[in-house]
C-alpha cells in the first residue's frame, strides 16, 4: 500500500541555518510526489512537485526537493532559513494514474529561532 | 481563474447538533473535489473525494457524509456531531494531480 513518511514531527533551526524536512514513501507505481505548506488556520499551498525527468525540483520561496529513486525519499531542503517559513509542511505522494487521491505524511513543523 | 470557498470559516456546535459545510469551485469544470480532516498531531485524513455529479467515494467510515449536488458544489454534512469531528476541515479539488485547497473550515464541537 502507498504511504507516506515524515521523520520528525517538529523540526527547529535558526534563522540564517540549513533547513532539512525529510520525508519517505512508499508506492507501488512510478510516483508523483509532493510538498504543501500550510501557515496557522489556512489552507495548504503547493511548495513544489515532482512528477517526471529532472529530480532536483525547485519551488517556491527557496525550496527544493530531490527525488531519490534508490533511497525512496523527497527531502525538502532550504539553504538558509527565514522566520517567514516557519509553518507545518507536509509530503504527500498520488496513489494512482488518474490522481483521484493523495496520500499526506502526518506533518512536520517548522520553528524558526533568531 | 480558478478559486475554491469555503465556508463557514469558524463554527461552534454542540454534540447531537446537525453539520453542513459547504465548497465551491469557480473557473473549472467537472474538477475532482475532497475533502479532508486534519486533526491535532495527526496530519491530514482523506474523508472524502468526488469525480462528478452524484458521485462520492468515502476513504474512512465515520459520522460524516458528502453530496455534490452541482458539478462544483460540494458539501459535507452530518447528522449528528460528535465531540471527535472537531478539526480543520479543508476542501480541494484537483487538476494533474496537484491539489488546491479551500481556506479551511475550523469545527468546534463542544
Known amino acids: 500500500a502507498q504511504s507516506v513518511t515524515q521523520l520528525g514531527s517538529h523540526v527547529s533551526v535558526s534563522e540564517g541555518a540549513l533547513v532539512l524536512l525529510r520525508c519517505n514513501y512508499s508506492?507501488?507505481?512510478?510516483?508523483?510526489l509532493f510538498w504543501y505548506v500550510q501557515y496557522p488556520n489556512q489552507g495548504l499551498q503547493l511548495l513544489l512537485k515532482?512528477?517526471?525527468?529532472?529530480?532536483l525540483v525547485k519551488g517556491i520561496n527557496g525550496f527544493e526537493a530531490e527525488f531519490k529513486k534508490s533511497e525512496t525519499s523527497f527531502h525538502l531542503t532550504k539553504p538558509s532559513a527565514h522566520m517567514s517559513d516557519a509553518a507545518e509542511y507536509f509530503c504527500?505522494?498520488?496513489?494512482?494514474?488518474?490522481?483521484?487521491?493523495?496520500?499526506f505524511g502526518k506533518g512536520t513543523t517548522l520553528s524558526v529561532s533568531s | 481563474s480558478q478559486t475554491i470557498h469555503q465556508w463557514p470559516a469558524t463554527l461552534v456546535q454542540p454534540v447531537g447538533s446537525p453539520l453542513s459545510l459547504e465548497c465551491t469551485v469557480e473557473?473549472?469544470?467537472?474538477?475532482?473535489l475532497y475533502w479532508y480532516r486534519q486533526a491535532a498531531g495527526r496530519g491530514l485524513q482523506l474523508l472524502f473525494y468526488?469525480?462528478?455529479?452524484?458521485?462520492i467515494s468515502s476513504e474512512v467510515p465515520q459520522n460524516l457524509s458528502a453530496s455534490r449536488p452541482q458539478d462544483r458544489q460540494f458539501i459535507l454534512s452530518s447528522k449528528k456531531l460528535l465531540l471527535s469531528d472537531s478539526g480543520f476541515y479543508l476542501c480541494?479539488?484537483?487538476?494533474?494531480?496537484?491539489?488546491?485547497f479551500g481556506e479551511g473550515s475550523r469545527l468546534t464541537v463542544l
Open positions: 480541494a479539488w484537483t487538476v494533474s494531480r496537484e491539489l488546491f
Open positions: 508506492s507501488s507505481v512510478p510516483p508523483y
Open positions: 515532482y512528477t517526471t525527468g529532472a529530480t
Open positions: 504527500a505522494v498520488s496513489l494512482n494514474q488518474a490522481g483521484t487521491a493523495l496520500i
Open positions: 473557473g473549472t469544470s467537472n474538477p475532482n
Open positions: 468526488s469525480v462528478g455529479i452524484g458521485q
